[in-house]
């Protein structure tokens, strides 16, 4: 358990540096309207975004290793604690300002964090019936045909909406992790968790793209946070016999809601370019949770 705890707080460092040095690198790219090939070439000359895209890259490693050694409402919680690691990032890197409900944020994730830690039991299972697996590439299916017809429509609902469904992405893909068929490539291949897991990273960021265009930052990066977090920690402690230590439920439900509520509270630095002003251009904007988990 301590392996796994250490990299899902290593990750979330990652995480949350990673969105920091990436809008920073944004803000030096020149401004454009659209995404074109000068922008991105802009973007692969900066050391400040390729330092926080190879952070975010470490973080997704590091985080493989906690969601197949912890349970899920563990991770999926640290994960997104990430956004208290960007405020405070964002002020010593970016001159933003806390106001006293992002302090209140932070105090919650860190003591939410702390009483997940004291009262998580072991990890369930790491294997699910083939219902399981082809649920899981079902549900991104879903999800994609959800964020289309959602992105026709704008104002704080839509994006709440595709904020949702980017969560429901990114917890699909926790749970492929969980439980993907890693005994060599064939079964990797053959296992259709693989291609949900794919399907929900790359279907959860350009649900969360779409919303950040259509609505505020907190809308959609609330509602994606309930999502994420909540449905994996549900599933995993339903199908995968994730627990909390014995007597101590209490504790680890209290530090996940805790936890949770900080995240939410603090989602409007779910994108830091909206936070510091306008940087290359809307449309290039990033999102900062990744895998989050798995961003």
């Excluded at 040095?21 to 000068?38: E, H, L, T, Y």
């Excluded at 806390?98 to 294997?127: K, M, N, Y």
């Excluded at 929900?200 to 990066?221: D, F, H, P, S």
Aim: proline share 3%; hydrophobic share 55%.
């Amino acid at each position: 358990m301590l392996l796994g705890l250490t990299t899902a707080l290593v990750a979330t460092g990652c995480f949350g540096f990673g969105s920091v040095f990436q809008a920073r690198g944004a803000r030096s790219a020149p401004r454009a309207d659209r995404v074109r090939v000068g922008l991105l070439a802009a973007l692969a000359r900066s050391w400040q975004f390729l330092l926080g895209t190879g952070l975010d890259i470490a973080g997704f490693a590091l985080s493989i290793v906690a969601l197949r050694t912890l349970p899920l409402f563990l991770v999926q919680s640290a994960t997104n604690a990430s956004l208290a690691v960007t405020a405070l990032a964002a002020v010593w890197l970016l001159g933003a300002h806390l106001r006293r409900s992002d302090l209140l944020g932070i105090a919650a994730v860190v003591a939410g964090l702390t009483l997940l830690a004291l009262g998580s039991g072991q990890e369930g299972r790491d294997h699910a019936p083939p219902a399981f697996h082809w649920a899981l590439l079902a549900t991104t299916v879903v999800m994609l045909l959800l964020t289309l017809g959602l992105a026709r429509l704008n104002g704080n609902a839509a994006a709440a909406g595709l904020g949702l469904l980017a969560g429901v992405g990114f917890g699909v893909t926790s749970l492929a992790v969980r439980v993907l068929d890693v005994d060599g490539v064939a079964a990797v291949f053959t296992d259709p968790a693989a291609y949900g897991l794919a399907l929900g990273g790359l279907g959860g960021y350009l649900a969360y793209a779409l919303a950040l265009q259509r609505g505020t930052v907190t809308a959609a990066t609330a509602a994606g946070t309930v999502a994420e977090t909540f449905g994996p920690a549900l599933v995993g402690v339903a199908a995968l016999g994730d627990a909390a230590r014995p007597g101590y439920g209490w504790c680890a439900l209290t530090g996940f809601a805790v936890a949770v509520g900080g995240t939410c509270v603090l989602s409007r630095f779910g994108e830091v370019e909206a936070e510091v002003g306008p940087t290359a251009s809307s449309a290039s904007a990033a999102p900062a949770d990744r895998t989050s988990s798995a961003r």
